[in-house]
């Protein structure tokens, strides 16, 4: 829960522990592979982006590497793969690209029914905070612009870098 201290500064309980279990599972589904490059990744990527509802679960989150995770940003799956030409072959991604437009809509509705001690971030909870504060006019994420750049892929397997 959001806890409004004496002081005014609004504390929000979210739940990183349940976030870390969430990526845990998630890893050990897709081993440490870029689900929209196959490339070698290591960041929890969320496919509906939480700026649009969705939620850190197994059914909406991938493996991806910085490059993509980063230079999608909180565009949409349908509008990355149109920028990048990528075809993912990955279920969960393929499932959401498939259903896109519903699965938004369920996002935004789930946002609106669930409580705050569902976000399991700080962006999450923020999120949260926003959408609920301003219920008449809904917070829509601004659209982004297509990166000019991607970041450098990263080279090396994750493991590689915990080589004792
Ligand atoms: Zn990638």
Redesign the pocket.
């Known amino acids: 829960m959001a806890i409004l201290r004496n002081d005014g500064v609004l504390q929000l309980n979210y739940r990183p522990l349940a976030h870390r279990r969430i990526y845990r599972q998630v890893q050990q589904r897709d081993g440490w592979i870029?689900?929209?490059?196959?490339?070698p990744?290591s960041t929890l990527d969320h496919v509906i982006p939480i700026c649009w509802g969705g939620q850190t679960i197994p059914e909406n989150c991938v493996i991806?590497?910085?490059?993509?995770?980063h230079s999608r940003n909180n565009a949409l799956p349908s509008t990355f793969i149109r920028w990048t030409g990528?075809k993912p072959s990955h279920p969960v991604i393929r499932h959401i690209l498939t259903h896109e437009s519903a699965i938004l809509d369920r996002a935004q509705q789930s946002l609106a029914s669930r409580p705050l001690s569902s976000c399991v971030s700080r962006e999450e909870a923020q999120i949260w905070i926003a959408f609920h504060t301003n219920p008449i006019e809904r917070v829509q994420p601004t659209p982004v612009e297509e990166p000019l750049t991607r970041v450098k892929?990263e080279t090396r397997a994750f493991s590689e870098y915990f080589v004792p």
């Open positions: 870029c689900g929209w490059c196959q490339g990744g991806a590497c910085r490059s993509c995770n990528l892929n």
